[in-house]
């Protein structure tokens, strides 16, 4: 008995993440075509047929691109909620839809999951919490800001995806316009590296075993300052408290370990282009 989790890619050029337990294999988001997803898969040891359903947490093509060629491909049905649905333009031959509510736990297999709305430019944007076979799971990208009811959810997660989008001084120095900059600040945005160091700082449990930071972005922000901001945060949240060990550049992801109380959390970078190590609980 298993939960497997892999991020496919994440960023601006594409966004998907894949969710597997024994019985049921879940695609969260679509931002790869069939081709580009299957060769990603086949990276962790993994195959996209035998998906069961494509969860779509909002209508921004990075998260939707594949979905056409996804869908027509696995004949699976596309779990989204209305308002989302109604901001896409579909091709006629996709017909199987199944409708979620923000706040509404469903199931799809033996997989449990709850969509909650996060603050996003979108019609309808959602974040999601898996659980399945005692394990936890939390995808949470593409917010301006952290809600109470974000850090309620990923609470006890043993997996979780969370967005660390930009550098704020690189975004204001940047060369997106003006207008692009205020979008990607605003409270609609995108998170900065600074709003998710405080988060994982003052109000992250700290259970995860596996802390994925994703949605990077490849013209506001650097791996590297990605990490640095996430390692001081967490020493500065264990110092005093918990005995801890770091090491940096582990890996083809570059991840950092954080020992603490006992047990080993690792914290690791989605890229844009290569996936995730296949994260098996």
């Not at 969260?28 to 047929?49: I, N």
């Not at 469903?106 to 969509?115: A, L, N, R």
């Not at 043993?158 to 967005?163: I, K």
């Amino acid at each position: 008995m298993s939960v497997r989790i892999c991020v496919l890619g994440s960023g601006s050029r594409g966004n998907s993440t894949w969710l597997r337990t024994e019985k049921t294999r879940l695609l969260v988001d679509a931002g790869f075509g069939r081709k580009a997803a299957a060769a990603r898969l086949s990276v962790a040891d993994e195959r996209l047929d035998g998906c069961d359903a494509i969860l779509v947490s909002h209508e921004h093509q990075d998260h939707i691109s594949g979905l056409r060629s996804l869908a027509l491909r696995l004949k699976v049905p596309i779990y989204i909620s209305a308002a989302t649905r109604d901001a896409i333009r579909w091709d006629p031959r996709i017909t199987a839809f199944e409708a979620f509510t923000a706040g509404e736990t469903f199931t799809i297999g033996d997989v449990e999951i709850h969509p909650f709305s996060v603050p996003h430019d979108a019609a309808d944007p959602v974040a999601f919490t898996f659980e399945a076979e005692g394990i936890r799971v939390g995808v949470v990208t593409d917010l301006g800001y952290i809600p109470e009811v974000v850090k309620q959810r990923v609470r006890g997660c043993h997996c979780l995806v969370f967005e660390s989008n930009h550098d704020l001084d690189m975004l204001k120095v940047g060369p997106y316009p003006w207008f692009v900059k205020q979008r990607v600040m605003s409270r609609h945005g995108h998170l900065s590296n600074y709003a998710t160091a405080a988060f994982l700082g003052e109000d992250y449990d700290g259970a995860a075993q596996v802390l994925v930071l994703a949605h990077l972005s490849e013209t506001n922000n650097h791996p590297e300052i990605v990490r640095l901001s996430a390692t001081e945060a967490l020493t500065r949240r264990a110092a005093g408290a918990f005995e801890f060990d770091i090491r940096r550049d582990v890996g083809p992801q570059g991840q950092a370990n954080l020992r603490a109380k006992g047990y080993r959390s690792e914290l690791y970078l989605a890229g844009q282009d290569v996936p995730t190590p296949l994260f098996q609980f």
